[in-house]
């Protein structure tokens, strides 16, 4: 007999996301996706100027700033068909770039590793056998058996205070936590080292944007990031040297650390391979232009229908008209008002607040639909996309790692593999190896523009009389972003943001189609219902974002999350 089990809200993220499954004979057979806090930025930017928006929305999320405030500049100089310089072009891609390092890293260690890395067991490893099966792995530094006994030493200190802190909550001794003590005491190892090379990042992402989170160095028609190769108050060599430095020492962990530990899971957590695909259709966007006139980019944009990659087709350019005319949200599984699937345009957002329900209405998401389709978007999505279309640095950083698995596991695993769970992991770290190398040849790209004496960064906008409609697009870490504009008579008639964790989280729609997020957890097994680890994995290796920064304090100490099987 089938029983329902409640996620809510589901915990290593902001919240504000529930899940709900029915599971029968130790697997999901159905799933809902529910978005429960409603957002409401769209509203609040109607009738201000356009120039503002970036400021608005990048306080959607706490998480996701600088994503927000890209895709939003980039809307309004689309509407206004405005170029911008070459050096503005590039510093926003070193925002971009920095940004990505700090959210992938964040995302496997502080938020999805625990559903896999069992911290309690690594008090039964032998740090000196640990220390061999790490020097396998890699030649990190930090690999020793004397740092291994260090942090299992913290670890025992903590489990014997009763006060677990960052590692509370988890659910330690799983039926299906399978990782040896030695790769425990591993993870557990890297993990402590991960907040350090996330600060890096976040350091650097300081330099370059003025603060974060919330940079303030955009601007329609390029950046405010002064530049004066002379002058100590601006961006100068010695800040630009600061910022290489950073990503330098980010780039070594990422290489020698993070791709390898996701490759152990992977290989060690074998079983997991086939859970978790869901919606197949694969939905990435162009990005990181490498000219002025954003028509040549470092990262490729397309589609993949069906999980085939030979169906892969391109997007050209931000112009892509294929893109631009099929992306399309209903409201039918919606707590909005009416019935309808519309493009970003054309929509509203009037909200009309009702209850759970599984037949009816049931989340805030709409749910949004390419050429009607469902679509995952994501890392995965991209590199996917990168491989179908022979993209040589994507061809050869997905290789390497499906060989690394495959060395670890003893046996061949080929990209198929990456249809799911444990590939939507694989594909975000593969993709931060990427962009740490394409942050660093940005920057090089930037102090060559530099010393050609080109120091502009910024085209004045003009806001003509009428109606002009004007989208931003940007592959951010979560996966492809949207903001759509109208303009009337130099202010925002229409403003809608269709972001990653929309494509993903979003409910069914008119034709129950299910979301990505609801499909992908369709027969994973439940070995607990009262315990079920299975589901955050699945629905964690999104890196789900709904409207971060957002917390719950009860100072009584009372119950605060309810995790219920029915």
Known sequence: MAERITIDPITRIEGH??????????????????????????????????????????????????????????????ALNLPIPLNAQLIRNLVQGIHCLHDHIVHFYALSALDWVDVVSALDADPVATQQLAESLSDWPGNSAKRFAAVQGKVKALVESGQLGPFANAYWGHAAMKLPPEANLMAVSHYLEALDYQRKATMALGVIGGKNPHVQNLAVGGVATAINLDNEATLNMERLFRIKDLITEVKGFVDNVYIVDVAAVGALYAEWLPYGAGVTNYLAAPDMPTNAAATAFDLPGGTIMGGDLASSQAFADWKDVRFRDNVEESI????????????????????????????????????????????QVGPLSQMLVGYAQGHEEIVKRVNGALSLVSTIAGTRVGPDALFGTIGRHAARAVRCGLMADLTLKNWQMLVDNLNTGDLDIFNAPTFPKGEQQGVGIHEAPRGLLSHWIVIQDGAIKNYQCVVPSTWNAGPRDAQDQLGPYEASLIDNPIADPERPLEVLRTIHSFDPCIACAVHMLDPEGREVINVKAL
């Open 17 to 78: 996301l529930r899940i709900d499954v029915e599971v029968d004979g130790g697997a999901v057979t159905d799933a809902w996706s529910s978005g429960q806090m409603f957002r409401g930025l769209e509203i609040i930017l109607q009738g201000r100027d356009p120039r503002d928006a970036w400021h608005f929305v990048q306080r959607i999320c706490g998480v996701c700033t600088t994503v927000h405030a890209l895709a939003s500049v980039r809307a309004v100089e689309d």
């Open 332 to 375: 039918a599984r919606a707590w909005y008002d009416g019935d309808w699937q519309k493009h970003p345009w054309q929509e509203d957002t009037v909200p009309a607040a009702g209850q759970w329900n599984a037949d009816g209405r049931y989340s805030w998401l709409k749910a949004p639909r390419f050429e009607g389709q469902p679509m």
